[in-house]
């Protein structure tokens, strides 16, 4: 069981098949560490969002700010649990790619050691393809910084906008 307070405690969307794999693992996480899952979309509720995108890719974009750095330690151990499972986990922010902005996150994630991609504002989804990465699952708490309001991802996700 876990200790954290009810105002450490973060609320997270998922709204896909909760047999597919790589939801089970982190569903798991998220229940030892006291999180909330929920499939209904309330942004008002909503902390972060789980959106499956691509299902043979075994990649997993994880947002930086007011996501991993919303509960570092949770993400770390997720990081290293991910990759044990066999899947390539990274982090991909909106930040400008700056050395400050990647020796923080850097620093902070040494131990996970996984790649940072910083898109300088650019829309994620379109940033990643463009050097050829495919999607398994994005973890972000912001998710028009993926692909924007109009995307396929949001309502194939049960996210109306
Ligand atoms: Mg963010």
Partial sequence: MSTKDEDDKLTFFYSG??????????????????HYVVEF??????DIYLLLDKLKSNYIAIDWDNTIS????FFI????????AGYSPFVCSL???DKDNI??????????????YLTNGKPKRKYLKSLG???LLWIDDFYPG???DSCKLLPRNNIEV
Avoid: M, W
């Fill in 17 to 34: 098949d909760p047999d597919i794999e790589i939801f089970r693992h982190i569903e798991t996480s998220l229940q030892e560490e006291g």
């Fill in 41 to 46: 979309y309330n942004e008002f509720l909503i």
């Fill in 70 to 73: 919303a509960d570092q330690e």
């Fill in 77 to 84: 151990d997720l990081i290293l649990k991910l990759k044990k």
């Fill in 95 to 97: 930040r400008a790619p």
């Fill in 103 to 116: 020796r923080e996150i850097r620093d902070i994630l040494e131990i996970a050691n996984i790649p940072i």
């Fill in 133 to 135: 990465i495919k999607v």
């Fill in 146 to 148: 993926i692909c924007g």
